[in-house]
């Protein structure tokens, strides 16, 4: 998996939902990758990982919008479809969530491409550049250190 803080420390709330399904993705993915189990340990700490992930989801919803009650139906399905995958050991029913959540994930990108800039969630966040600096070629990150960094209280 890889680095997303800066992804994340600059994203929309619409985007961190973004984030948030493509985490779930990777983990189901992996999960599939797993099958037949040989170390049940992983194949339990991925699929734990993307139903932590999905719980996000599910606490997030705001129940003021009627759809969210939609969505919470679909996220619970979807939780227990990742269940079945983790008791059968099996790729179909794991196949089965990724394909609800891709069709989910694009929704949201279409949602989040029509608000257009909306002001990151972390504000006073540090500045990340990345790029190569004066080493080994190595690619290193330098962070623009502020003091009145994170939330304001």
Known sequence: MENRTAQIANASP???????Y???????????????VKDEKKFKRTIDRAQK????????????????YDLMSLYSYINKTIIKGYVSQKKEPLMEASKLLNTLLEGWKQAVAAEGDNAP?????????????????????????DANRGFKA
């Not at 619409?14 to 948030?20: A, E, F, H, N, S």
């Not at 493509?22 to 037949?36: F, N, R």
């Not at 992930?53 to 969210?68: F, P």
């Open 14 to 20: 619409g985007q961190l939902v973004v984030i948030t």
């Open 22 to 36: 493509e985490l779930i993705l990777e983990a189901l993915q992996e999960a599939q990758d797993q099958v037949p």
């Open 53 to 68: 992930l999905l719980k996000e989801l599910m606490v997030s919803l705001d129940l003021s919008y009627e759809i969210s």
């Open 121 to 145: 969630v972390i504000e006073n966040a540090q500045q990340i550049y990345a790029g190569l600096t004066y080493g080994k070629g190595n690619l290193n990150e330098s962070v623009i250190e």
